[in-house]
């Protein structure tokens, strides 16, 4: 028979006898009946221990209860045989825990026999859900301890805590602490579980709970936490959610600031690769004034004309680049406002900056453009300029016919 089904015998037996406690276990007493001798037979036969009858201040054995109807017989139940099954009996709450071990290690079946208290259960509620609670949380505040006072393996009797000053928490345990339902507890549970932030939970827990435990007397700040649990659990959320959103904040932030960069460069490499062969326009200018003459025989027509031709070329050439140029830089507006756009609806609540440096960018993008299109009006310029001093330069006497 398995352990759910000794303890709700066992449980079944204490509703009928009412057990009471003694000093190696546990006993209660019955009139024998033939129904009763049958009813103990069918009970040890399913496993449950019974490990002595006391008839008269005398031990018998269950066969010699047929002689003796009528006549009341105590049963015992001895805790040393109970634990080798496995089984644990406990006459009420106090006094399993006053057995130390149980905060954080529960016994894995269990009765509490004045509350009819189960353990395991189909369904785990009232007092018994609170203290698998307050152990699972005990565990927790152990694991975060900056020390702990351990009398043996299993028992823990201080936690210390070193944040801004020394905080002792003494585990002492009542029956009283079981009324508390600890609200927040599976928030609590589930952000540790994460496993993100490890060290920023940890110091969060710790200042919260120096908080609200630092003016209360020593002895009672274990029963004071578990009873303003819903408060240290709100407050250990609300920080850690504060903190979450100034990391988030700053991630993004650095993702912005990381794009305007980015983007800005971009902008920049647009007008310096054109800038540089700007240069060429008044080499171009000077280089014309200074070769270019009138025309009086072929071979200062074969000059103007070739170095016409390569300043056209060089003009041409720079209309291409510049259209070219422009076109890349549209395609960078069009991408730094698509990101912008990604981002603004991402993060509402950072519109402002977000659309500020998208101002920024929208700032040098037209500088740019208008730097390209001052560079399209010299390059054109130049190109005229060119054509007409060639065309100035040529014979017309000659050519009209007037010499």
Same mark, same amino acid.
């Given at each position: 028979m398995d352990k759910l089904a000794l303890l709700t015998k066992l449980k079944d037996l204490n509703r009928e006898f009412s057990f009471a406690k003694i000093d190696d276990g546990y006993e209660f007493s019955l009139t024998i009946s033939s129904s009763k001798i049958i009813q103990l037979a069918e009970f040890i036969d399913s496993g449950i221990p019974i490990s002595a009858f006391l008839l008269n201040e005398m031990y018998v054995e269950l066969a010699d209860l047929s002689a003796n109807i009528g006549s009341t017989v105590k049963i015992q139940l001895s805790s040393e045989d109970l634990k080798q099954k496995g089984l644990s009996i406990f006459n009420q709450w106090n006094d399993f825990l006053s057995f130390k071990p149980n905060f954080l290690h529960p016994p894995e079946s269990f009765i509490i026999l004045q509350e009819e208290v189960v353990h395991p259960s189909n369904s785990i509620d009232g007092k018994l859900k609170n203290f698998f609670d307050i152990s699972n949380f005990l565990? @927790? $505040?152990? !694991?975060?301890?900056?020390? %702990?006072? #351990?009398?043996?393996? #299993?028992?823990?009797? !201080? @936690?210390?805590? @070193?944040? #801004?000053?020394?905080? !002792? /928490?003494?585990?002492i345990l009542t029956a009283d602490c079981l009324n508390y339902a600890l609200d927040g507890y599976s928030i609590v549970d589930s952000l540790f579980k994460d496993g993100s932030h490890a060290e920023q939970k940890s110091s969060i827990f710790k200042e919260v709970m120096y908080g609200l435990l630092i003016n209360i007397p020593v002895k009672e700040r274990l029963g004071y936490l578990l009873s303003n649990f819903g408060e240290f659990s709100k407050r250990f959320n609300e920080n850690y959610q504060l903190f979450v959103s100034e990391f988030s904040f700053d991630d993004v932030r650095k993702e912005y600031e990381e794009n305007k960069r980015d983007y800005l460069t971009k902008l920049n490499d647009i007008f310096s690769s054109v800038q540089t062969k700007m240069l060429g326009i008044p080499i171009s200018l000077a280089l014309a004034s200074l070769k270019m003459s009138s025309v009086v025989d072929g071979i200062s027509f074969w000059t103007n004309? $070739? $170095? *016409?031709? %390569?300043?056209?070329?060089?003009? /041409?050439?720079?209309?291409?680049?510049? +259209?070219n140029q422009k076109h890349t830089l549209a395609a960078v507006k069009n991408e730094y406002e698509s990101q912008m756009t990604r981002l603004k609806h991402q993060y509402s609540e950072q519109y402002e900056s977000i659309k500020k440096i998208e101002t920024e960018l929208n700032i040098r993008h037209d500088f740019q453009k208008s730097c390209l299109?001052?560079?399209?009006?010299? %390059? +054109? *310029?130049?190109?005229? $300029?060119i054509l007409a001093l060639f065309t100035w330069n040529l014979p017309w006497n000659t050519i009209l016919g007037l010499a």
């Open positions: 565990r @927790l $505040l152990n !694991e975060q301890a900056d020390h %702990s006072t #351990k009398v043996t393996s #299993k028992v823990i009797d !201080e @936690l210390v805590y @070193l944040h #801004k000053s020394r905080l !002792e /928490i003494p585990i004309f $070739l $170095l *016409a031709i %390569s300043i056209s070329i060089y003009s /041409i050439m720079m209309f291409m680049l510049i +259209a299109n001052w560079f399209y009006l010299m %390059s +054109a *310029a130049l190109f005229i $300029l």
